[in-house]
């Protein structure tokens, strides 16, 4: 049987460059601070050399892509709001008055709106339409989509990825819109994770204790009824996943595909993250966690995953807004290696005070410094991957 597109693309995916991750931890120890205090902008400086193979990338053309999908689930009362406001905010998206377009154009990035299966016919110039279906079907009472469909929804992601970087784009963030998909996010924590639905269920957009616990049962039974196969990932999307995560999945394994750093939003990104580590543990190390949600599970998401998150601003809103703030940090890492003067070009004194001795302690201390760093990095990225 010949590959799909998304498979091509799977395999095409290479580990970081550990010659670029070293060259980078050179040049960081080089530069006028002691080893290693700029903390993560370092670690993330490091990683943008292993992805790119260049010191200082220009990661100026950059893009939130948001997906939006509605879902069949919030039949079943899941959600604090009605699924018609899926549609609504996919047109606030497009006329620039939602959070991640304030967002957007603080960090200088575009918001790239796609329809990839909401239930409503939309239409606008700058929407892109891509919808495989109307909606996820109800994942309570069958599966959320066949996996013909969630294949699809993969290749949508990885397509749209390759085309944006033919038109220059080299940094991109995860969004999404899609009332209920909290829902499906914690299912696929509950099968991915090994995890109970109690501990990875949350709120979503604001539920009370009751609908809560309801929640967690309507999780229950979706994983009872079409037991995804947990060795599997792309039977989980299909089974108890989402449109618009599929398509986010895609964006992800496009990213890496492409050698471009990939922002991770909150909950519902996340989940689409920990799928396309499971397909394709490489791409975990193109990932950059921006920011913990408060939403119940996201911890363990991220955990699973084996990354870390930047930014810890209690927001639990989803559509990219997150991963769009980590955005100026990470071009911060690029300017800290371009702009900061080194030691020898400062004329400041490195390392501990005094005579040859000291000099060779120093010597010592920093070769170790660069190359057990850059070393732990590349082990630590290469886990990520092996964990996920
Ligand atoms: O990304 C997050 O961490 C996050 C946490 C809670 C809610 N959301 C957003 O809220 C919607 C899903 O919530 P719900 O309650 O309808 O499942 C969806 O549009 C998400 O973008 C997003
Ligand atoms: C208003 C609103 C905006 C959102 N953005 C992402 N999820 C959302 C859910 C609601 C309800």
């Not at 709001?81 to 609504?88: M, S």
């Not at 980590?326 to 004329?347: H, N, Q, Y």
Request: hydrophobic share 45%.
């Amino acid at each position: 049987m010949s590959k799909s597109n998304w498979q091509e693309a799977v395999s095409a995916i290479s580990p970081l460059d550990e010659a670029w991750v070293v060259r980078a931890s050179e040049r960081l120890d080089s530069l006028t601070k002691p080893p290693g205090s700029l903390g993560r902008l370092e670690e993330t400086a490091r990683q943008l050399a292993g992805i790119t193979g260049e010191l200082t990338p220009d990661l100026s053309r950059k893009a939130v892509i948001v997906m939006a999908g509605d879902h069949g689930v919030c039949e079943e009362g899941v959600s604090a709001f009605p699924a018609e406001v899926t549609p609504q905010m996919v047109l606030n998206f497009l006329n620039g008055g939602a959070a991640v377009n304030v967002l957007a154009r603080q960090a200088g990035a575009d918001v790239v709106c796609v329809d990839i299966g909401v239930n409503a016919e939309l239409s606008h110039p700058e929407l892109v339409s891509r919808k495989v279906r109307k909606g996820t079907a109800n994942m309570a009472a069958g599966p959320a989509m066949s996996r013909e469909e969630a294949e699809a929804a993969i290749s949508v992601g990885i397509d749209l990825v390759g085309e944006l970087v033919e038109r220059g784009y080299r940094m991109f963030a995860t969004g999404e819109m899609g009332i209920g998909n909290t829902t499906a996010s914690s299912a696929i924590l509950t099968v991915l994770g090994d995890t109970d639905p109690a501990a990875a269920t949350g709120r979503g957009t604001g539920i009370d204790d009751e609908r809560l616990k309801h929640k967690q049962q309507v999780i229950s039974r979706a994983v009872a009824l079409n037991r995804p196969d947990a060795t599997d990932p792309v039977d989980v999307l299909a089974k108890v996943g989402g449109l618009e995560i599929a398509g986010l999945v895609g964006v992800i394994l496009g990213a890496a595909r492409h050698r471009c750093p990939v922002v991770i939003d909150g909950f519902i990104s996340s989940a689409a993250a920990l799928l396309a580590a499971r397909i394709a543990p490489l791409s975990a190390s193109y990932m950059i966690a921006s920011h913990l949600s408060q939403e119940q599970g996201h911890a363990r998401l991220l955990e699973r995953i084996g990354l870390s998150p930047m930014l810890r601003m209690d927001m639990r809103l989803g559509e990219g807004t997150g991963a769009v703030l980590a955005f100026p940090l990470i071009e911060a890492s690029v300017r800290i290696m371009k702009e900061m003067a080194t030691f020898a070009d400062a004329g400041v004194s490195q390392g501990p005070a005094g005579g040859a001795e000291a000099d060779a302690v120093r010597d010592a201390n920093l070769s170790e410094t660069s190359a057990q760093q850059a070393s732990e990095q590349a082990s630590l990225l290469a886990q990520a991957g092996h964990r996920a």
